[in-house]
């Protein structure tokens, strides 16, 4: 009795955990759409321009093969000959799964490269947070940027985000900083603070052992200094299609005949909505649409309607391709391994 206790509790957290999702993603809709007629937004998104829909879609997958390529960097000195096609395949089939369920697509994507090319699945967790920390960084600075860029100040409009930006710098020199300490200092600084938490509780000192033993995989794969320019270099590049990924959104709905939109505000809000993908709804829904909305409408003074509209086009595009890229990923690249798994076994069979 008590052992099928112990192994409920997994599955009702997950539960809990996804109700809060939902739960989340229901509260940023309602705040996104309250104020605004919902037939008239969809009649808007009705009209949108199928060319320029296109060249959205386009510059979104564009974004992110080199996402991929950035993963690939990055493995390059765990498996230099790793595939594209698999890292373009397992990180779509992780953002789909982000869709539906926040943040296991991670888990996801890490268990299928690592199956795809026979790697070590703790290691490819250990890329994947890795990729993410960069991530943070690059949200950061993007943040940043767009501050100096506007003429306004962007902490009038939204008050949370100097604090939110202290409070992330803050914690990721932390982290960086004992991922550092214990990649130079494994012996001493690793088994210590390990020690430590144990004393506390020896479950959790178990969870923060594993973690960091990934950390430390995914960091010591960046190695020399070509590497390390090479994934800052994809990194600005992603950002950049990234913005004008957004800027691109503005021409869909015809937003430059009223305003005169630039790069820079797609820039803009490029780096305001990326913090909605940080909060756990799936696939960002409702907390980008949150954001976007408010940043159109604070920042650039585009009416209510039109600005709902554009959160609404720009995720709904991004979430069917995403589900819709996974599934077609998934089954092109399961059927093409299990044929490889196939031939190898009936080759050596005949030897």
């Not at 937003?255 to 790069?263: D, E, L």
């Not at 039109?306 to 399961?334: K, P």
Request: charged letters at 10%; glycine letters at 6%; hydrophobic letters at 55%.
């Amino acid at each position: 009795m008590i052992s099928d206790s112990v192994k409920k509790i997994p599955a009702l957290r997950g539960i809990f955990n996804l109700l809060i999702s939902v739960g989340l993603a229901v509260l940023f809709l309602y705040l996104a759409f309250s104020d605004v007629n919902f037939s008239e937004v969809m009649d808007l998104v009705s009209h949108a321009s199928l060319l320029w829909i296109i060249i959205f879609a386009a510059s979104i997958m564009l974004g992110h093969y080199i996402r991929a390529l950035r993963w690939k960097i990055i493995l390059h000195s765990v498996k230099p000959d790793v595939k594209m096609w698999n890292l373009f395949g397992a990180l779509m089939i992780g953002y789909g799964v982000n869709c539906v369920t926040p943040k296991l697509g991670e888990v996801t994507r890490a268990i299928m490269i690592g199956r795809y090319e026979n790697l070590s699945r703790s290691s490819m967790f250990g890329t994947v947070i890795v990729e993410r920390v960069i991530d943070i960084i690059s949200m950061g600075s993007a943040v940043l940027i767009s501050a100096f860029i506007w003429s306004s100040s962007l902490y009038e409009a939204f008050p949370w985000l100097e604090a939110t930006l202290y409070i992330s710098a803050i914690a990721l020199f932390v982290v960086l900083l004992m991922i550092y300490l214990s990649v130079k200092l494994k012996e001493k600084f690793y088994g210590y603070l390990l020690r430590l938490i144990g004393r506390v509780s020896s479950n959790l000192a178990e969870r923060l052992g594993y973690i960091f033993e990934m950390l430390i995989q995914g960091f010591t794969t960046l190695r020399g200094t070509k590497n390390f320019l090479l994934t800052f270099m994809t990194s600005v590049i992603i950002l950049l299609i990234y913005a004008l990924t957004s800027y691109f959104g503005f021409f869909m709905l015809d937003m430059q005949s009223g305003n005169n939109v630039t790069f820079s505000m797609g820039w803009i809000v490029m780096s305001i909505s990326a913090i909605g993908v940080i909060i756990p709804t799936p696939g960002a829904t409702g907390s980008y649409h949150a954001l976007a909305k408010s940043t159109l409408v604070l920042l650039f003074g585009f009416g209510e309607t039109i600005s709902a509209a554009y959160a609404f086009l720009t995720h709904i595009i991004s979430y069917i391709l995403f589900i819709i890229a996974a599934l077609v990923m998934f089954f092109i690249l399961n059927k093409q391994h299990t044929s490889l798994l196939n031939i190898f076994k009936s080759n050596s069979e005949e030897t």
